[in-house]
């Protein structure tokens, strides 16, 4: 009875659950290290501790940040966008930061919405990416210190000294770092500063030494012209000297407001002609001014000086620059061809011309395969 009991209205035995094997704990995923670009960005003491930079690279791959900071009341906020820019010489940088720069040619970029901001970072990336060559040129100076440039100077770097006597009021001699205490620039490689004057017009681009013929001594004060967006790349920068030196750029056609050796540095670096000294002539109450007052007077203002003064003016006017070409030589090729341009033998010269015609082939077949795949 009890068997039959417990066989049909016994409690049944329940079976066990079967328990789910615990999942393994998760790795979160290694958090990716700051670029050295990224770390000094974030060293700029007036940028938010939230601020969270957008990063990109241009067409010749130089490293960008755009930061969006929020300003106003909490009724009208507005957007103001940041341009950070690396470039290589951070250590002489005053500051010890990196200073940011206006978005867009010298303006505040301000937007009344936080997505109208992020789509127009969306757009300056695209045109960094694509239509560089269209940039506004933006400069700012690194001194190197007296008697280490050797320390600090890198190929390819746009350099500049301070002008000697009577000639340090009209601004700066300038020219292309090739390395190894060599430099190209515009120059007669006059040995004072009358010779120098006088053989004028027979400047053209030439390779010298940094000592004498770029700095008289080794502790004269050499400054670096930086490119906050740069252009072209190093190897584009110094070939393009070397191109400049071999056809003798500017022989027999010097002139000092529309082709001299600053032009030369821009030209080199950029693509586009610009003297940067013409801050300096075309300030309040000097060159342009004192020649108008020479010729008209002190008090004299017509339709005469007007038009002489819009002449001045335009003779420093930036010219145009052509398109961007990602890069043209390699190092090996550019040693090679300073070591022949210091050469005076015309044979050496000779192979000198015709190892710049076999690159120029090269890069104008590639040029052309870019095209067609894109």
């Not at 940041?82 to 250590?91: T, V």
């Not at 008289?216 to 393009?240: A, C, G, N, P």
């Not at 540095?265 to 000294?277: F, H, I, P």
């Not at 620059?321 to 550019?334: D, L, N, S, W």
């Amino acid at each position: 009875m009890n068997w039959f009991f417990n066989r049909f209205f016994g409690r049944r035995q329940e079976e066990p659950i079967p328990q789910e094997e615990p999942s393994p704990a998760r790795t979160p995923p290694p958090e990716r290290e700051m670029t050295e670009f990224e770390r000094w960005v974030k060293l700029d003491p007036s940028l938010p501790a939230d601020a969270e930079p957008r990063y990109g690279k241009t067409e010749i791959e130089q490293e960008c940040a755009f930061v969006i900071l929020p300003s106003g009341s909490v009724d009208s906020v507005q957007y103001t966008i940041r341009l950070y820019m690396d470039e290589n010489h951070k250590n002489l940088c005053p500051d010890g930061y990196q200073r940011w720069i206006a978005c867009c040619r010298d303006k505040d970029c301000v937007f009344p919405t936080r997505e109208k901001a992020e789509a127009h970072i969306s757009r300056r990336l695209r045109s960094l990416k694509k239509e560089l060559q269209n940039e506004q040129i933006r400069t700012a100076i690194r001194v190197v210190p007296k008697g280490r440039h050797l320390e600090f100077l890198k190929l390819s770097d746009h350099i500049r000294v301070k002008l000697h006597g009577f000639s340090a009021k009209f601004g700066y001699h300038e020219g292309i770092y090739v390395g190894n205490e060599r430099v190209i620039h515009v120059s007669g490689h006059d040995s004072n500063s009358i010779e120098a004057y006088i053989s004028k017009k027979e400047s053209c681009a030439r390779l010298g030494h940094l000592v004498p013929h770029f700095i008289f001594k080794d502790d004269d004060e050499i400054e670096i012209l930086v490119y906050r967006i740069q252009f072209r790349t190093i190897e584009h920068i110094i070939f393009s000297a070397i191109d400049y030196a071999i056809t003798e750029y500017g022989k027999g056609e010097y002139h000092f407001f529309c082709q001299n050796c600053q032009h030369f540095g821009c030209l080199c670096s950029t693509n586009k002609t610009r003297m940067e000294d013409k801050k300096i002539f075309l300030s309040t109450s000097t060159f342009v001014d004192n020649v108008v007052r020479r010729i008209f007077g002190e008090t004299v203002q017509n339709k005469t000086t007007s038009k002489l003064r819009k002449w001045l003016y335009e003779l420093f006017e930036t010219g145009e620059g052509g398109e961007t070409r990602r890069i043209i030589g390699k190092m090996a090729e550019i040693e090679k061809l300073l070591d022949l341009l210091e050469e005076k033998d015309p044979e050496k010269r000779q192979e000198l011309i015709e190892t710049m015609i076999e690159i120029r082939e090269r890069e104008n077949h590639a040029d052309e395969e870019r095209d067609r795949v894109n």
